[in-house]
Each structure stands twice: as C-alpha cells, then as structure tokens.
C-alpha cells in the first residue's frame, strides 16, 4: 500500500505552494525548513517586479494559510537526514535541532528578544542590521518561536546571564533541549531548497568587503523595505549618509566561467531595474545606473517595466566595470568600457549594488547524497530532461520545483510547485477526504439576548506594558449585554482556548469578543477556538489594541487606555448585533475542460487523467500538438520536437479517462465553480464541468510589411526556416543568412513586449543551419541576446564558440534598414564600434518574429475572466503568486496563452494547473462564503445598478429582481452601498452593524 | 470646567481589510508613533462605506471623516476603491454647497506596505481637524438635510449608475457629474421643504419659499414633484394659495 503523504523540503514560496497544493487535496505534508521561520527569500524582499507589489503582503497570508493547515505537518529548525525505501513508500528521518525554546509553550511576544545583551549581525538582514542571539528572525515570521544561537549566547559561550529565563512568563526557555530525529513514511519528495546568494568576495576588483559602500542587491533589498534594519531608508553603510548616485553591477558571478559560474541568474536584471525604479520613485533626486551585459526582460510586462525605469531616469549602461575603487569620502569610482564606442569611461556612486550570482543551496550537494538522487555541474538539481521532464528528479518519487532545479522568478518557481505536486498526485493513492469532526452548532437566534464575554490579552507586555488592562476588563463589563470579562497572558495560546471555551459555558455566553492584536492574522484562531464549543464563527469579533494600539501610542498610556475601551466598546456594540452565518457546501463535478489541444494543453489533461480526473480535451483544428507541429527541435535541449508531441499524443490516446474533441470550438460556457455547463458549436450535447484549464496557446503574427516582409523570397520567418530545415533543405546557393532579433516585439507602441523565445529560436536555428550546411556564413543581429533558462547561456556561449555564428548587435533607436531591389536584398545596420554602416546581401533574411495570443475574446467573457493589456494575452490572479489562476474560482491558465514561453516553462506551467484544477475536484464540495450579498427580492426594483457595478458577474436580473450568485459573490459589498433601495445586505458588515459601530465610537454618557 | 481644555478631535476612519488595515497593521509592527484621534472601522472594501455612514459619523461625534483604501489598480476587489471616491467626490461638493467645509471629510489610499505613510496620514488629518476646530453645531441642521438627499433613491440611482453611464460612453463624464451635482443639490431643497412642512404643520408657497430661501418658481417645481411623488397634498387655500401638507 502506498502511502498518500509527501515530504516537502523547502519552505520559502516553492515549497509554500506545494504543499498547499498537496494538503488542499488530503495528502499529508511533512514541510521540512531548516531555518527558524518558513517564508524563504521571499520573505526578505521588499517589492517584487513587474508590479512592484509589497512582497510580505502576498506572501504572509500563504504562511499563515501553511502553518494553520490541518494536513500540513511543520518541522521548522529541521533538517532531512535520511530517505530509505522506494516511491510510494519511503522512510525519511528528520532531524529537529534544538531551538533552546519550548515551541509549544513560547508565544513569540518578543520580550526576551529584548531582554537579551548579546547583538549579532541578522542573517535575515544579510548583516545590514542586528539580532540578538535569542531571535526571530522578522516580524511576521511563522512559527513564531523564539529560537537561541548556541554560538552567540551568553549562556552557552560564558554561562552567566539568562535575562531569557527570568523574563519569559511563558517559561518557555530550556538550556537543556537535545536535538531529536523522527521518522517518517512518505510516498513522494519534493525538493524545493531555494537558492543562496553569492557574497562576492572573491570578486575583488569590485572591493565587495574591503570597500564599505560595496553592498549586494538583497542588502540593498534589506535597505529599501519598509521593516528593514533602516526602515526603508537608503543610508550607505559608509557613513549613513544618503547616496546621490547609485550603481548596479550585473552579473557578479554569473555569465562566466573564468569568474563564478557559466549560468545566467535568470532574475538580475529585473530586481535591479526594481531597485533602481523604486528608488528612483521614492526619491527622484538619487540617480541610478545600471552596468549590464544583456537586459534580460524577457517575462510578462517586464521589458514594459524596464522601458518605464528608463522613461523614470534609471540610467542603463552596456558596460562591465573592469575595476572600482573607493574615494576618500566613501565613493566608489568605476571604470568600465562603453561598448557602443569602446571608449573607457569613469563613473562615480555613492554606493555600489552588486547584483550578485544565484548560487545553488549550499546543502544541495549534502541532500543530494541523503535523497539519492544527482545534482547538476553547477550543483543545482538535476532534471531528467531539461525541456520535457524539468520536475523529475534522477529518483523516482523525489520531483523538483523552484531554484533547487535552476534560478527562477517568484512565478516560474509557484507554476513549478504546482507542477511538482500535480506528479505527487499523479503517482499516490488518492487520500480519503476526512470529514472534519465538528460538534453541533449550537443555535443562536437574533431573538436571544445577547450575553457577550470580552477576553483582554495582555500579549506578555506588548499591550499590558502600555496600558491599564485591568482597567479596561472592569469597564468591558459595564458595557451592555458584557457578561463576562477577562484579562489573558496570551490570548493565541493554548491555555487560554481552554479559559475561553470554559467561560463560554460556564456564563452560557453566545458572543465573543477578543481585544488582542490584529484580526488579519489571529481571528481565525478564535472563531476555530469559539466553534470547538458549539458557537457559530461569525459570532465573534476582535478590537485591534496592540498593532492599532499600545505598539502606535506607547508613550501615552492615558490615551492609549482610552482609545482600548473605545475599540472595545465599538466591537461590543457591533458584536451584539452579529448573526450566526452558515456557509453553504457546492458540489464539484468531477470533470476538467481543457481548452487547446498543444503541448500545454497535453500536458494538463495527461496529469489530470492520471490522478483519476475525467477531462475533456478541445482543439479547434483538426489535430493535436500546436506550434510544436512545426518546429524541428527544442531550446535548449535539442530534443526533437516532433518526437516529443507524437509520445505526448500517445500518452494523451492511451488515457481512458482523456476525451480528446478535435474540430471543436466552444459555444458558451455559464455556471461557476464545480458547476459548468459547457456547449459546442453545431453541437447539441452540453457538458457539466467541474474546473476549466485555458491553454489557447498564442499564433505567430502577420508579418507583412516588417523588414519588408512579403516583398522577397529571400525573407522569411523562423518558423518558415524551420520547415526548410525540417525538409533538410535550404535554397540552392545560399551562401550568407541573416537573422534580425525582435521582429516586430519590443516596440515602443503595440507588441511592446518580448516574445521571450526569439533569442532561443534563432541561436537554435543558426545552430541547426550550421550543422546542416556548415559552409554557410551566419550572422546574427540582435538587442540583448536573452538566454535566461537552465542550459541556454551555455548553449549561447557554445553557439558563439563552436559554430561560427557571428553576432552583432543594434540598438533600438538605430534598426538595420532592409531594401529589396529585384532579387537584391540589402541589409544595413549601424556598427557603433567601427563607428560606419555595415550592408549585407544575405541570401536569406530571417526574421525573429514574435507570436500572440490567440484571438480569445470570446473565450474570456465566455468565463468573465481579463485579458493583459498587450499581446492578446490572459490575465492571472496575480503576477506573482498566482500565476496559474484567474480571479475567478475555478478556472485556470498555462502556456502561452499566459503569455509568451518556452517548452520547459509551458510543461511546468501546464501540469502546475493540473494540480490548481484537481484540487475542488478532489475535495469534492468547495465552501461557499457566508459573507455574501444577500437580495431582498420586496425592496428590489431591478434596476441593475449592482448588476453593473459587481467586478464578478455575481448578480443578474431575473424576472426583473435582482439575484446574487453566492457562489460568485466575493463580499466586497460596493452593491450594498450603491442600491438606491437598502435593498441588499452584507452579512457581517450590514448596515446597522457598522452605524452602531460609528455610534459607540464616542461615549455620550463621557464614561471613556 | 476652570480652564478651556485643549481640543483633541474624534475621527472615524473607514478602512478596507486588505490594503489600509493592513497598512495600520504594520504601521503597529514598526513601532510607528502617531496621533491617538482616530477610531478605524473595518470593513472588506472601501467599496462597501455607504455615503450616510460618514453623515452618521458626523451625527455622532466626529470631527472629520475618512476613507482609505487601496491605490488604484490595487483594490483587491478590481474596482471598489473607484465607486467609494466617486462618492466621496459628490459628498465634498455637497459639503460646499451646504457651506460645510469639505475638508473634514478626506479619501486617501494607502497600501498593506505603507505602514509609514498610514501613520503620516493619520497626523496630517488629525492636525487639519484640530486646527478646524470642534464640529459646529449648526452643522448638525444641514447633516440632516444631506443624509435625506443622500438616502433618496433618486439621488441614489443617479450615483450609482455613474460607472454605467461612462462605460456606456453616452455621456461625457463631466457633464454627467454636473447633472447628478444638480440633482443632489434639487433634492437637498426637497430635504429642506419637508422639513418647514412638517415644521409648521401645513403651508403656502410664498411662506415655504420665505422659511427655505428658495425662490417660488423653482419650488413650483420643486411641489409639483412632490405632490406627484405622493409625498405632499393640498389642504386647502390661505390667500389665494394652496396649502401643501404632508401626506400620510
């Protein structure tokens, strides 16, 4: 019997989405992180590219989300030590090392962090600022458990002090904790170790630790965020003095092989132009240059988002500093050549940012030996095939994701955890769905008087410390219908669940209301606590006295204790009008359509039939496979394309569960989650549906009228160049072909995006022409060469040293000009370091034409779903950390139809939505949300304004009232403050509710 | 009370769950001092505050009001930060056309990474109220007058088709604006003759025009409407002139 659990190692954002992805399905996780919080390196960023969204805002709800899952095991501060057996039944040992602090008894309330003498530098903060040797390593760290550094400890290292012990009332410190190891019986492995960053100190000439002002780019990272050692300001470590002239340095260990490593670090380039724009934003007077080789803004919005830090003053230079060395006031002075005129040049900045090497774990190669399984010439993990297989580790069992396989961004890394545990679900028994023992709800009518009971957290000193918390449970029991009131040491810790449950027995109590920190994170403890008792979760409420509080208005106790009672008194009056809600249960059906029938599209339905999903697989045309029908090989693997889609349509043909529809187009699609009905044109039958995958896929562009496209023979199109190698033929007499870059894409209106695979195609294609008629002299003329992805540097390199291509580049503002005289065609372009035109007679002119997303209009209003501004293409959730869902519930997207990709990235994208579909159809019914809008058909006039204004589609008119889809309905409530009726209601935030909130705001009676 | 205490204002602001609170939220985290005035109500968007909320505020104590949200392209729920500042743009014309100052009422977005700017935020408003002083009670007479405008379904329906009517493209987005400003300003009036109506019981024309300041032939209309509505009727003539009454 295989086992239906999973041993996740790694738990920044990889390992997050993975094991979320597995326990919202029934596995067992087993999350093994070896640091003392999980979040990984996300964690430490400060925003996060295109969209400059606050990194600890999208990520810290997923730790939350991870550390409270009921199928999720944490073993945080541990380490994997072992893995016998084979897959589906393997045994891991996990090593626990001591954190010197008893995790079930520590609360994380800080005051022995306090407490503590003992500064060291953070690591967290990559020693830009300071922890204790009794430390949490952030803010919003999960667990979170105090953990000692054995090394730094006054106790350990002297054996005096112990300020930890005497101050911590949760006695929670124990000097004498040994390291433990458990056992494990796991039936898969996902490997999801991250990456660590390069200290450059090897790198002399650049004087990162000897120079002070020579800093990297997640120190600087540490600098710019808000909770960073300097709150967000930009101050030089020379002298804290703010910089008026910034530099970055791409490329500091990466891109060679006599200095670091011969990959590309895939994400550089972005976070410094991220730097360098926020920056620049936050302060227009700092300016900012960047030294680079290549600008790789190859990703979805990226290369907008380079062209806006140019447009904003973010200086970019072509350009690899050979030397830097420091000024007496701390300026560091460079020394670059410039490679348009070959002149060297001299910059001076006030603080130098190296964008420092993505280097794998250094524990790769230890846990490679403990796992079995092989690790890359680089050491990061190696994949069975880079393009087909990039999660399959050489181990059957043990999958992949994130940087522990190659460098990645935050959404490749989540696309591939997903697709790593869509593997996991692939090859285990499917788990039992248990169904969640829960006493009976006891009933609380709006008819029964309320009898409320106020909990006071002291939170250690956090709030008690500031204010008079006696004093403000004495006052709670004078406000009406309070029937009891407490004060607690801790209100999230175990001991005080139990007083809150005992006291809402004992005092019959039917409300709850806690006055602690912020309910963002701590009211779903509560109303989980409340509920074990009987007492619906919607009757509870929280006044935020801490974060909102004591920690904003600490040197003011007066007006600090005021302000408490007047939160209380507001969550009181509103408590008293809170109703019991109940959340409705929606059956899924146990079905996926996938749109588009290419490699994306395989790829989904072969992952979802194998875990036992029946799926419908739709292409329009008359035959599966897509683009890849008319490609030769595959970048940067060479594996033959055509290969590769005849063994996927096999697999596809050999799965019972796989209805394949070809020549079929989509007529309509209604309903929603778990319940879609889906109809075919010039067909009658309609589907039910439980999830829907969009794999459209995108279509090369007309190219007509681009570098005199159409007006010789002589021009062509990769893909046209692909078919004559195909044929294994090129034109008689084709002695010279020339390949243009960016064909149409990087525009500054229109396709202003990359097409992300042109570089590839053409190194792939010269490399091809090559081999097929080694006599013919290829040139290659492009902007920035952007080979990012595992192995496409190398096979960069490999094609600029073993098959005479030769490369020459241009400059957007410069085009090469294309003339067509009869059977001449003439190609000139400006060479900057010759400093004359160069013209070419090529025999082939080829272009490097971009594609776009197919046109999928209709597709998307079909499931109300957006579509990126440019390009054609489908809007996700979010850029960053949702990259495979829509907004809407239910349905999902992968390829390219996402947006631009190559193979690699689409498979991993395409299985991760796999997994994304699989999890409502594996837990069967999805919950619906209580808060909801909710119409009262008498008052309704049905004159649509809600109909209009709801972003979800979630109401419509019916017989001329209005009706709202609970299962659509986010709770936002802008139709309730819109009706002209009073006509609709917000649970939870009705109308009355918050007028009683506003009037409790001031005491009349002048009692507070 | 010996000495004239200082004025300390009472704000109420309204947060959105997943931007601006959380911006407090953090603002809690990094230890940032700031002003102890304001009470934050929480709600999930800042799509869902109800225009009489922030009159309810207003009613009940408070020196000024606001709103944060998420900036724009932000919000977690796509568009609500977008609905709340069209409100909020026609409250603060209202405002000026009552002769109330606008000012104590503010919209401000502030994001789940701003813990600083939120703190900012709150002194500079803070400080504007206590430098606008306590609200004034006569205040108190033309609240009541916008709360009535404002819970009207027409002046409703006219707000919230705003986003329609530009979508639709029917109609320039200032003109449109001028129109609802004229119909918000119409039913103010109305707000303001039911209220001498019902004052004094029953009344003729020129003694509403003389109680309200509104000139006879707009309120003509203004009564003819009324009437039509169900809401006024006839009870008789004094001078030549119909008496209006308010109808039960």
């Known amino acids: 019997m295989k086992e239906s659990s999973v041993l996740v190692i790694g738990a920044g954002i990889t390992g997050i989405q993975a094991s979320l992805d597995l326990a919202d399905k029934g596995f067992s996780v087993y999350l093994v992180e070896k640091s003392p919080s999980i979040g990984g390196a996300m964690a430490k960023l400060d925003k996060t590219f ?95 458990i105090a953990t000692i550094d054995k090394d730094k400890c006054l106790h350990f290292t002297k054996g005096i002090c112990g300020n930890c012990v005497k101050f911590c009332l949760a006695d929670a410190i124990d000097f004498e904790q040994q390291e433990v190891i458990e056992e494990v019986n796991v039936g898969a492995v996902i490997v999801a170790t991250g990456y660590d960053v390069l200290e450059p100190d090897m790198r ?88 680079y080789m290549d600008l790789r803004a190859y990703g979805k919005e990226f290369e907008e988002y380079y062209n806006k830090a140019g447009e904003i003053g973010v200086n970019y230079i072509r350009g690899r500093p050979a030397e830097a060395f420091e000024e007496e006031n701390g300026d560091i002075t460079l020394r670059y050549e410039d490679t348009y005129t070959g002149d060297i040049k001299q910059e001076t900045v006030g603080l130098l940012v190296l964008s420092s090497a993505i280097l794998p774990a250094a524990s790769n190669k230890a846990l490679a030996e403990v796992l079995g399984v092989d690790i890359d010439e680089n050491g990061f993990f190696r994949e069975t095939e880079i393009v087909s297989a990039p999660m399959e580790s050489s181990r059957s069992g043990v999958f992949l994701a994130g940087c522990s396989q190659a460098p990645k961004d935050i959404p490749d890394s989540v696309a591939q955890a997903s697709g790593a545990s869509a593997r996991v679900m692939d090859i285990l028994p499917k788990p039992e769905i248990k169904p969640k023992k829960e006493i009976e709800e006891i009933i609380i009518s709006s008819d029964d008087e309320p009898r409320i009971g106020v909990f006071v957290c002291k939170c250690g000193k956090n709030i008690a410390g500031y204010m008079d918390v006696d004093d403000l449970a004495k006052y709670s029991l004078s406000l009406p219908n309070v029937e009891h009131s407490d004060t607690l040491m801790f209100a999230c810790s175990q001991d005080a669940q139990l007083k809150i449950k005992t006291a809402i027995k004992e005092k019959n109590l039917n409300r709850v209301v806690v006055a602690a920190c912020t309910p963002r994170t701590h009211e779903g403890l509560f109303q989980d606590t409340i509920r074990e008792v009987g007492i619906n979760k919607y009757l509870f409420d929280m006044a935020n006295i801490r974060n909102q509080c004591t920690w904003v208005h600490s040197h003011d106790e007066v007006a600090a204790t005021k302000k408490a009672k007047e939160l209380v008194r507001m969550s009181v009056a509103k408590s008293r009008l809170l109703e019991a809600l109940g959340q409705g249960e929606i059956d899924v059906e146990g079905s996926t359509l996938v749109i588009g029938g290419g490699i994306a599209g395989m790829n989904s339905a072969i992952a979802l039939a194998e875990a036992g999903i029946k799926v419908y697989l739709v292409e329009k045309t008359d035959k599966l496979g897509g683009i890849l029908n008319r490609l030769t090989t595959l970048y940067p693997s060479d594996i033959d394309a055509g290969k590769l889609v005849d063994e996927t349509v096999k697999l596809v043909n050999a799965q019972k569960k796989i209805k394949v529809m070809l020549n079929s187009e989509l007529e309509d699609i209604s309903g929603y989650i778990g319940n879609y009905e889906v109809s075919f044109k010039g067909k009658d039958k309609k589907l039910k549906i439980g999830t829907i995958i969009v794999a459209t896929g995108s279509e090369e562009i007309d190219p007509t009228g681009i570098y005199e ?300 | 009370m010996a000495e004239e205490e200082k004025f300390e204002p009472n704000i109420i602001a309204f947060t959105c769950n997943w931007c601006s609170y959380a911006g407090a939220d953090l603002a809690g985290t990094s230890r940032i001092q700031y002003a102890p005035n304001m009470r934050l109500i929480r709600v999930m968007c800042s799509g869902r505050v109800e225009p009489t909320f922030m009159i309810e505020a207003l009613q009940n104590g408070a020196d000024g009001v606001c709103i944060l949200g998420c900036h724009f392209g932000d919000c977690h729920y796509i568009s609500g930060n977008y609905e709340t500042k069209r409100r909020m743009d026609l409250m603060k014309d209202l405002f000026k056309d009552l002769g109330l100052d606008e000012n104590r009422l503010m919209i401000e977005w502030v994001s789940a990474s701003e813990g600083e700017r939120f703190a900012q935020v709150v002194n500079d408003f803070t400080d504007k109220i206590r430098e606008l002083g306590p609200l004034p009670e006569e205040y108190q007479q033309k609240l009541k007058l916008l709360k009535g405008a404002i819970e009207g379904s027409r002046l409703r329906i006219v707000l919230g088709s705003t986003k329609r009517a530009f979508e639709e493209g029917e109609i320039e987005e200032e003109r449109y604006v001028q129109a609802m400003h004229d119909i918000a300003k119409e039913e103010i009036e109305r707000m303001k003759i039911m209220e001498a109506v019902d004052k004094n019981k029953s009344m003729t024309v020129p003694e509403i025009s003389e109680a309200t300041g509104i000139d006879k032939l707009r309120l003509w209309r203004h009564i003819l409407s009324l009437t039509q509505k169900l809401v006024l009727e006839t009870a008789g003539e004094k001078d030549n002139y119909m008496i209006y009454q308010r109808r039960d």
């Not at chain 1, 891991?92 to 530098?121: F, H, M, Q």
């Not at chain 1, 020379?238 to 994400?267: A, H, M, T």
Request: net charge positive; with cysteine.
């Open chain 1, 204 to 291: 002399t000439e650049y004087g990162y630790g000897k120079y002070k002002n020579v800093i990297t780019a997640i120190q600087y990272e540490r600098l710019m965020s808000a909770s960073g050692p300097t709150r967000g300001h930009i101050k030089r470590p020379f002298d804290e003095k703010e910089p008026k002239k910034i530099g970055w340095i791409q490329c500091v260990g990466s891109r060679s092989n006599r200095l670091g490593n011969p990959y590309c670090s895939r994400v550089c380039c972005m976070y410094a132009t991220k730097e360098a724009l926020v920056t620049r934003e936050h302060n227009p007077t700092i300016e900012p240059y960047i030294f």
């Open chain 1, 709 to 1008: 496209y159409g007006k010789s023979k002589k021009i062509i199109t990769q893909l046209e160049l692909e078919e004559m190698l195909k044929n294994g033929k090129l034109p008689k007499g084709t002695k010279e072909i020339l390949m243009v870059s960016c064909a149409g894409s990087r525009e500054d209106t229109g396709r202003t995006y990359c097409c992300r695979v042109g570089c590839g195609t053409m190194l792939r294609n010269a490399k091809a022409v090559s081999k097929l008629a080694p006599d013919t002299n290829i040139f290659i003329l492009f902007r920035d060469m952007r080979s990012f992805g595992k192995g496409e540097e190398e096979y960069y390199v490999d094609v600029q040293e073993n098959h005479g291509v030769k490369f020459l580049r241009y400059e957007k503002a410069d085009k090469p000009r294309v003339t067509v005289d009869g059977d001449k065609v003439t190609l000139t372009v400006h060479d900057m370091l010759l400093g004359e035109d160069i013209e070419f007679e090529p025999d082939l002119l080829v272009l490097t034409t971009p594609t776009e997303g197919h046109k999928s209009e209709d597709i998307a209003s079909m499931l109300k779903v957006p579509m990126s501004k440019v390009g054609g293409f489908f809007l996700e959730a979010h850029a960053k950390i949702r990259p495979l869902d829509f907004a809407t519930d239910g349905v999902y997207v992968c390829g390219s139809a996402h947006s631009p990709k190559g193979v690699a990235d689409t498979v991993a994208q395409a299985v991760g939505a796999a997994s994304r579909a699989a999890v409502p159809i594996f837990q069967k019914k999805v919950k619906g949300d209580a808060i909801v809008s909710d119409v009262d058909e008498e008052k309704c006039i049905g004159c649509g304004i809600c109909v209009s204004l709801c972003p979800y589609g979630a109401m419509i008119i019916d017989d001329g009232k209005s009706q709202s889809n609970k299962a659509l309905c986010k709770g936002c409530g802008t139709c309730a403050s819109a009706c002209p009726q009073f006509a609709i209601k917000m649970p939870h935030y009705t109308d009355n509710q918050i007028t009683e909130q506003i009037r409790a705001v001031i005491d009349k009676a002048g009692g507070a």
């Open chain 1, 50 to 144: 295109p969209t400059n969204d606050c990194s600890m805002c999208t990520l810290a709800p997923k730790m939350v989300e991870t550390s409270r899952h009921p199928n999720i095991k944490l073993y945080s501060y541990s380490e994997v030590v072992g893995l016998d057996g084979k897959v589906g039944n393997f045994k891991a040992k996990i090593l626990k090392k001591p954190r010197y602090v008893i995790e079930d008894k520590c609360t994380g309330c800080g005051t022995c962090l306090e407490k503590c003498p003992s500064k060291v530098d953070s690591e967290f903060d990559h020693g830009m600022g300071k922890r204790r040797a009794i430390y949490i390593p952030f803010e919003q760290a999960s667990p979170l």
